[in-house]
């Protein structure tokens, strides 16, 4: 719930993700094509929009205590049209949900970022509207991982410069390169400024940050009702480490909740994405099941987008994916998205390209990094256009053309 936060969709939220995860511990929440779910702190609304768009009989509602991030989200909801998904700008500790109203509840990037108060909001309204079988997400700040992340919350804290200057500045301070503490130091510089400035702004800059050890969180869900089930995935550790690690601590931990604190240990792990349920999980992993197939269509004569995937391209920078990702865009995809509203076939696009490019509108540089010529343009837009379409099916941005109605 902070303006800083970008605001992207986020695909482990994905109800379809959630449900399959709670499936090998032995919870049945449902279909997810129907799920109700609730964002908490959904700024634009970006995730819970590209999830409604894409699962009409699924309903989604999400809040944010920011007015000004919210009136633009119900804006693109009711550009799209869409009638199962409304923002609400209210602030959490006073908003009302019925007994049971939700089969899923995301609470990405707030937990450790918000007050006392908002935090004890967030698990009341976790014990209240969740349903029995429900799957509750939260993500948080783990230690002792994020031990090392408060040494740039220190360098941000005495500065006088925006967050991302004052890191900056922390990474040329001299003997930083002389220990390996310090090269650590150096390495989450440099992984944060990578995410850009709001991602700095948020992590490093928030008055109310706090971390927790999976204990923690693990002792006071259960003060509320809820069980801790798993995580959705280890996020920012090296897949083949964790495997280790995961397996030697349950090796040496009959008790889960042990044996994820011992994890937490061995792996430094900075971040979790946890989720809890009121039903109990089984003691043993259940085979998953796998709710969505994918397979790549065949490329319709007329290429058509959801009006979601347009409206994204020409506001957003990025477009988020069936899987609830997001790719950033090249001007030549956006282009093209942009144009594929059903009406164009191959020709008319690759037509509407080569106008953009005789603009100045879009560049496509040569493997010599230039700009391609005329008769380049001539012998190749062709294929350059091919292959960009090839990307979009691919990414299953490309919707199938509507079945002929029978005669």
């Known amino acids: 719930m902070h303006e800083s936060y970008a605001d992207r969709p986020v695909a482990q939220t994905h109800p379809s993700v959630l449900f ?5 511990w032995g919870i049945e929440p449902g279909p997810s ?18 999830m409604a768009a894409r699962m009409p009989e699924a309903t989604f509602v999400g809040v944010d205590v920011d007015a000004a991030a919210v009136g633009v989200g119900r804006r693109r909801i009711e550009e799209l049209g869409l009638r199962n998904v409304q923002l609400h700008a209210v602030d959490l500790a006073a908003f009302e949900a019925e007994a049971s109203s939700f089969d899923a509840i ?12 908002t ?15 429900g799957i509750a997400y939260l993500s948080y700040n783990v230690r002792p ?19 991302a200057s004052a890191l900056e500045a922390l990474r040329e301070a001299p003997g930083l390169q002389a220990t390996h503490r310090g090269k650590a130091v150096l390495a989450e510089i440099d992984a944060a400024l990578s995410y850009g400035e709001n991602y700095v702004a948020h992590e490093y800059a928030t008055a109310h940050h706090q971390a927790f050890s999976v ?38 931990h009959e008790d ?16 979790r994405a946890t989720l809890l349920s009121k039903t109990a999980p089984a003691r043993t992993r259940l085979a998953a099941t796998k709710e969505h197939a994918a397979k790549v269509p065949p490329m319709p004569t007329h290429p058509r987008v959801l009006p979601l995937t347009r409206l994204e391209s020409v506001e957003l920078g990025f477009v988020s994916t069936p899987g609830n990702n997001y ?8 282009a093209l998205l942009e144009a594929m509203d059903g009406t164009r076939d191959r020709e008319a696009l690759v037509a509407l390209v080569r106008a953009r490019v005789d603009a100045g509108e879009v560049t496509l540089p040569t493997q010599q990094g230039t700009p391609p010529t005329t008769e380049e343009l001539d012998a190749g837009l062709g294929d350059v256009v091919d292959a960009a379409l090839r990307d979009c099916l691919g990414a299953g941005l490309i919707v199938a053309e509507p079945a002929a109605r029978p005669r």
């Not at 399959?20 to 090998?24: C, D, I």
């Not at 995301?106 to 108060?117: K, L, P, R």
């Not at 991982?145 to 967050?163: K, N, W």
């Not at 889960?256 to 971040?271: K, N, S």
């Open 119 to 133: 935090r004890a909001a967030l698990w009341r309204l976790l014990a209240r509207a969740l349903s029995p079988a």
């Open 215 to 252: 204990s923690e969180v693990w002792e006071t869900a259960e003060a509320h009702g809820l069980h801790y089930v798993d995580d959705v995935a280890p996020m920012g550790i090296q897949p083949e480490a964790f495997a280790i690690a995961a397996a030697e601590a349950c090796a040496r």
């Open 256 to 271: 889960r909740r042990a044996a994820e604190q011992m994890l937490d240990l061995a792996v430094v792990r900075q971040f």
């Open 106 to 117: 995301v609470a990405h990037g707030v937990f450790s970022w918000v007050d006392e108060d």
């Open 20 to 24: 399959e995860v709670a499936r090998r």
């Open 33 to 50: 094509t129907r799920a109700r779910v609730l964002e908490i702190g959904c700024a634009h609304g970006v995730n819970v929009i590209a």
């Open 145 to 163: 991982g994020d031990g090392i992340r408060e040494v740039l919350r220190m360098a941000v804290a005495i500065s006088d410069a925006s967050p």
């Open 327 to 334: 790719q950033p865009l090249h001007p030549l995809h956006a």
